[in-house]
């Protein structure tokens, strides 16, 4: 389908570049949204500033860091406390916020002194803390306040102090993307490479874009702990100050949000070298496709497994117990950007939920590049939504549940829609095996909870109810409100006996197939074990005599052949290489004469050869094109599911993306064919990580490639790759493929 303008947005035409819904046969070669551009004039954005971006996504998430906000005291009380970042320090980056609290006097004289004054104090009054980020604002941009020569005095002040500075004012670009933007480019080139870490493990990595949002970093931190891999830098989740100046050191990059911080891990690989393995971290089947990923990396598969097999025996009968409950639910999906491409697969491969709507605030076109990939047909894409926009989406998906943040949440719960906080969760983690059942449960709870079903309805009934008109103390109101109070206990008691019911009939089901299923299964491998035990007992005694008499004759005559056939080769060489070479003259000379007595024959003989050859051409064609129409609907499989699965088609820009097809499918090709894998570079194991992940995927998946001949399998793939380059390159719509920076 076209771009859809909605009914709501008759008045701004411009909306229709925005909206897109996917029907069957369509990708994005055809349709993409328009994505991180200005804002259209009438439409109420849902978006956040660039500051905000800087500060509140990635800086203020480090937990040793002052967090100076050089502007306005709300600038800084708006990026505070808003987001669920815990640490395991006492949580000192939610406990305090610091502002230099400019008034109009600095707007009109400069806020520079004020700015230095601030700077000090903060550091006075937390002298354990060596380390500070100081950001400007749009006041203090607009005005010219020039921060770094300010930083430069303090920190010659005080010696022992490092200084981050940020330079991205609210209005520096069209939403809080640009503040990630800035920020990790600033990062790379102030910071990184100007500290040296402690080094504790053979393997290294970073973990580049998890904000610790309740406890997700602590997730990661555990599975990396038992596979014995040291994390140099989160970014910046849980993270330090320092140990983002030594990021260079790591051997991997584990990137998973990469809207927010994509950006460091090319750089990061461009200037040293460190590839770049993207991971979906939320999703059951996801968690466990990254923690394989990073085990094949390091040749530590088996510790990944273990890691694997410990937490889906804790957690996936939990996870199931809520499958069979949300299977079939509609759920929205309206995030930032990158929980889009994240959660879409994971809620439906997962929950077997149907994800019918999704809205970006901040995402580029590359986002919306992944996630209409694994979207299903008839999803509604929105960047940049408004409000009108989601009571009319609201009106033709009727969802069960909405996944957003807490201003669009708020307008949701007015609807007595069920919603779930999308962006700082309602009881995480949710990241890893534990996140998806903690997932699967708030999603459950919304759902089903009946206090959402008392709000959609009016238990007052046809009452009048009396009004006090403040003449007695209330009373009648308060009558009202007992009759209220106890129509709603009464209904929560019902639906609690109801849930309480369904449980115990569930358990005695289970229990009673348990007992009724044990003894048929035990009776089979009972009679079994004797019978297959008796005609190896039977042939044993028979078999080992024989092989003991044979053995003894044998050996000696092979020791006493092999002396005399030694001297006899060594003798008989040298008299034949003189007759070889004597004889060569010979056999050239009878060629040259046989030679015009065969060319005739060859002549007479053509006429009757050619009608043959024309009339076996056509089968031969036919069936070089059967085989060919074969290849290439089975590259259109494969193609297929690395559309829907594989982040490392949708690098930022178009040489990453052409690198990682051909690095990927090729060492997928060896993989499949059993060639020798030669990994002599970090970059080389990042593309065997996922080639490895991916043919056993395709192996799983697709019964036809064990049958398949190697040079068929490697045809596929090589079809495969153009496909790929066609999509994702050639005909994509994405306007930033082909920067030169990133």
């Given at each position: 389908?076209p771009?859809k303008?909605f009914k709501c ?6 909306r ?7 029907e ?5 070669t055809q349709?993409?949204?328009?994505a991180?551009?200005?804002?259209i ?15 509140l996504v990635?800086?203020?998430v ?7 906000i050089?502007?306005?005291v ?7 406390h808003?987001?669920r970042y815990p ?5 000192f ?5 610091w ?13 520079e002194?004020?700015?230095?004054k601030?700077m ?10 060596k ?31 490092d200084?981050?500075t ?7 670009g ?12 600033g990062w ?22 998890d ?6 970093t ?10 014995g ?10 993270g ?11 051997q991997?990059?584990v ?13 990061l ?10 991971v ?6 996801y968690?466990?496709?990254g ?18 097999a410990?937490e889906v ?12 409950r949300?299977?079939?639910k509609?759920?929205?999906?309206w ?5 889009l491409?994240h ?6 491969d ?13 995402g580029?076109q ?12 008839g999803t509604i ?9 989601f009571?009319?989406?609201l ?7 909405v996944?957003?943040?807490?201003r669009?949440?708020a ?15 309602h009881?995480?983690p ?10 699967a ?13 008392l ?9 009048n109810l ?7 103390n209330?009373k009648a109101?308060?009558?009202?409100s ?7 206990q ?9 849930v309480k ?10 229990k009673?197939?348990?007992k009724?299923?044990a003894?048929?299964?035990q009776?089979?491998?009972k ?32 020791k006493?052949?092999?002396?005399q056939?030694?001297?006899?080769a060594?003798e008989?060489?040298?008299?034949v ?5 004597e004889a060569?003259?010979?056999?050239q000379q009878?060629?040259?004469e ?10 007479e ?33 494969v ?12 690098h930022?820009?178009?040489?990453d ?5 051909n690095?990927v499918?090729?060492m997928?090709a ?5 060639e020798?894998?030669?990994l002599?570079?970090?970059i080389?194991?990042?593309f065997?990580?996922d ?6 995927d395709?192996?799983?998946?697709f019964a036809w490639?064990n ?7 490697k ?13 994702v ?12 920076l990133y």
């Amino acid at each position: 389908m076209p771009m859809k303008l909605f009914k709501c947005d008759e008045s701004i035409p411009e909306r229709e570049k925005h909206i897109y819904i996917k029907e069957k046969g369509e990708d994005t070669t055809q349709f993409l949204p328009s994505a991180h551009v200005e804002t259209i004039p009438g439409s109420l954005s849902e978006r956040g500033c660039s500051y905000c971006g800087a500060k509140l996504v990635i800086g203020g998430v480090l937990k040793d860091t002052i967090q100076l906000i050089h502007g306005p005291v709300g600038c800084a009380y708006d990026t505070w406390h808003t987001k669920r970042y815990p640490s395991d320090n006492g949580n000192f980056q939610l406990k305090y916020v610091w502002s230099s609290d400019m008034k109009e006097q600095h707007v009109v004289f400069g806020g520079e002194k004020l700015l230095k004054k601030a700077m000090l104090e903060a550091f006075a009054e937390f002298p354990d803390i060596k380390r500070m980020m100081v950001y400007t604002t749009c006041s203090t941009a607009l005005i010219g306040d020039d921060i770094k020569p300010v930083v430069k005095e303090v920190e010659k002040e005080l010696g022992d102090v490092d200084i981050f500075t940020v330079e991205c004012p609210g209005f520096a670009g069209v939403s809080q993307s640009k503040g990630h933007h800035v920020f990790n480019m600033g990062w790379m080139t102030d910071k990184v490479g100007t500290f040296e870490p402690e080094i504790t493990s053979p393997y290294t990595i970073n973990v580049i874009g998890d904000y610790n949002i309740q406890g997700d970093t602590f997730v990661m931190e555990k599975y990396m702990e038992k596979m014995g891999i040291q994390i140099i830098a989160h970014f910046t989740g849980n993270g330090t100050y320092d140990s983002l100046r030594g990021m260079h050191r790591a051997q991997l990059n584990v990137t998973n949000c990469a809207r927010s911080a994509g950006y460091i891990a090319n750089e990061l690989k461009k200037k040293y070298g460190i590839p770049r393995i993207d991971v979906d971290t939320w999703g059951f089947d996801y968690a466990k496709e990254g923690l394989r990923k990073i085990g094949a990396f390091f040749g530590l598969e088996d510790r990944a497994e273990a890691v694997i097999a410990e937490e889906v025996a804790k957690y996936e009968s939990k996870l199931e117990w809520y499958k069979e409950r949300l299977s079939g639910k509609k759920v929205c999906i309206w995030t930032g950007g990158p929980r889009l491409w994240h959660w879409t697969k994971a809620l439906e491969d997962d929950l077997g939920m149907h994800v019918v709507a999704m809205s970006s605030k901040f995402g580029h076109q590359e986002d919306f590049e992944k996630v209409i990939a694994r979207g299903e047909e008839g999803t509604i894409y929105i960047d940049d939504g408004n409000e009108l926009e989601f009571f009319e989406v609201l009106e033709m998906v009727k969802p069960d549940l909405v996944l957003t943040g807490p201003r669009v949440g708020a307008l949701v719960k007015k609807l007595h829609l069920p919603y779930v906080n999308g962006h700082g969760y309602h009881n995480g983690p949710y990241m890893g095996f534990e996140g998806a059942v903690n997932m699967a449960r708030d999603m459950y709870n919304a759902i089903y909870s009946p206090l959402m079903k008392l709000a959609q309805s009016d238990i007052r009934g046809e009452q009048n109810l009396p009004s006090t008109n403040g003449n007695g103390n209330g009373k009648a109101t308060k009558e009202v409100s007992e009759e209220v109070v106890s129509l709603i206990q009464q209904q929560v008691r019902e639906a609690t006996s109801e849930v309480k019911q369904l449980v115990k009939e569930t358990t005695s089901e289970v229990k009673q197939l348990v007992k009724e299923a044990a003894p048929q299964v035990q009776q089979p491998v009972k009679e079994a074990a004797p019978q297959a035990k008796q005609p190896a007992k039977e042939a044993a005694p028979q078999v080992q005599p024989q092989a003991k008499e044979a053995a003894p004759q044998v050996q000696p005559q092979a020791k006493e052949v092999a002396p005399q056939v030694q001297p006899q080769a060594k003798e008989v060489a040298p008299q034949v290489q003189p007759q070889a070479k004597e004889a060569a003259p010979q056999v050239q000379q009878q060629a040259k004469e046989v030679a015009p007595q065969v060319q005739p024959q060859a002549k007479e003989a053509a006429p009757q050869v050619q009608p043959q050859a024309k009339e076996v051409a056509p089968q031969v064609q036919q069936q070089a094109k059967e085989i060919a129409s074969y290849i290439q609907d089975r590259a259109a499989e494969v193609t297929k599911l690395i559309q829907e699965r594989c982040l490392w088609q949708f690098h930022s820009r178009a040489w990453d993306r052409e690198e990682n097809i051909n690095g990927v499918l090729n060492m997928a090709a060896q993989i499949l064919t059993g060639e020798k894998v030669v990994l002599e570079t970090l970059i080389q194991r990042g593309f065997y990580a996922d080639a490895k992940i991916l043919s056993a995927d395709l192996e799983i998946r697709f019964a036809w490639l064990n049958s398949m001949e190697n040079s068929q399998k490697k045809a596929v793939l090589e079809s495969v790759k153009a496909m790929l380059v066609d999509i994702v390159i050639t005909k994509s719509k994405n306007g930033e493929l082909h920067y030169s920076l990133y």
